[in-house]
């Protein structure tokens, strides 16, 4: 299990800097750069209860992550080996904002 900080405060699974969910998939298989990695548990924040988020008043401070970027020396085989992740937002394409994973690292 891997220790998981995340400040995606818009997303429904969020609390406490921390994530709600059992264990997050990380997408962007070709990513070549953290700004290309995502969150795929990605839930955006609405009036209704999440629907995937087991409690959402229990944030885990530790998760499984299954992660599909290819090119990042923390993945063994579609799992994260880091010992700690963040999870946080960032601005592509001039203002748009997307989530990101701010541990990968290239494994080139
Ligand atoms: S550190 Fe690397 S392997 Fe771990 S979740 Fe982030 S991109 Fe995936």
Redesign the pocket.
């Known amino acids: 299990m891997?220790s998981l900080h995340c400040s995606v405060q818009g997303c429904a699974n969020y609390k406490d800097d921390l994530c709600c969910r059992p264990d997050i998939m990380?997408g962007?298989p070709d990513?070549e750069d953290?700004a290309q990695?995502y969150c795929a548990n990605f839930l955006e924040e609405s009036g209704d209860a999440p629907s995937d988020a087991v409690d959402d008043a229990s944030p885990n401070p530790s998760l499984d992550?299954h992660?599909?970027?290819a090119n990042?020396?923390?993945?063994?085989d579609r799992?994260?080996?880091?010992r700690h992740?963040d999870i946080r937002t960032t601005r592509v394409n001039g203002g748009q904002i997307k989530t990101e994973?701010?541990?990968?690292?290239s494994a080139r």
């Open positions: 891997t990380v962007g990513s953290k990695t992550i992660c599909e970027v990042c020396m923390y993945n063994e799992a994260c080996s880091a992740v994973c701010a541990t990968f690292h």
